[in-house]
């Protein structure tokens, strides 16, 4: 039992490492390596090299295949896609289902968060304001009471998030990001369906256009390296 915390904080250790040198393309997309090889030049076990690319190929770094090893993914524009084709999905008819349901307690909570968003964008502290930014998304879901819903676009959220692809402080500030939530807010508040669903669709795909260019100018820095 003794050993379960220094293994689990190993795991840990060799997720990050990894995942950081396949999000900077020092292992770059289609390469592959096999956990012998990584558990030696990382200098620990197997266990904890397994353990850890499960989790790489739970989030989509990597594809798993027998007797062949690991083959790097990387980030991917297919994968954004996939992503916000979903979240387009999703969230779109909540935030019309939100409208149409709004009460004093969901507006006051929508506009507790966004004014959190905008001070968190003001002092920059990133940390704060992806809660926040994340909070405004959960009311919604949780308006319509389907918690199945929130911890999807949660997930959804987190396959793009934990591979470093994010548009903040790179093609748009967090002030930017905020406003972008008030007409949702504001049509939520107005009972306005129809444009509470147009305002969360116009975010959601600027969102995607903005990320599908950020990913396009990680992977030509990538293939310009591999040929430095």
């Known amino acids: 039992m003794t050993n379960a915390p220094d293994r689990r904080s190993t795991t ?12 900077t393309g020092e292992l770059g997309p289609g390469s592959r390596h096999s956990v012998y090889r990584l558990s030696d030049e990382l200098g ?10 499960l989790r790489l190929a739970d989030l989509g770094l990597v594809t798993i295949e027998r007797n062949r090893g690991i083959t790097i993914r990387g ?5 954004v896609r996939d992503v916000f084709e979903l979240r387009l999905m999703l969230e779109v008819p909540a935030a019309a289902g ?14 507790t968060e966004l ?9 920059g ?3 704060a304001f992806t809660w926040h930014d994340r909070a405004l998304h959960a009311a919604l879901g949780e308006a319509l009471g389907n918690v199945l819903l929130t911890r999807e676009v949660d997930r959804l959220r987190d396959s793009i998030q934990v591979r470093g692809v994010s548009t903040m402080g790179r093609s748009r500030t967090m002030a930017d990001v905020a406003e972008e939530h008030a007409p ?10 129809a444009a509470a669903a147009t305002a969360m669709r116009e975010h959601l795909e600027h969102t995607a256009a903005l990320l599908l260019d950020e990913v396009g100018a990680q992977l030509a820095v990538r293939t310009w390296a591999s040929r430095s």
């Open 12 to 23: 840990d250790d060799v997720f990050v490492r990894l995942r950081q040198q396949i999000l």
């Open 44 to 53: 620990v076990s197997r266990t904890p090299v397994r353990e850890a690319v």
């Open 75 to 79: 980030v991917r524009a297919e994968d």
């Open 98 to 111: 939100a409208a149409e349901s709004a009460d004093d307690i969901l507006v006051g909570r929508l506009s």
């Open 115 to 123: 004014e959190a968003m905008r001070s968190a964008a003001r002092t």
């Open 125 to 127: 502290d990133e940390v």
């Open 184 to 193: 949702i807010v504001e049509a939520v508040a107005a009972g306005d369906a």
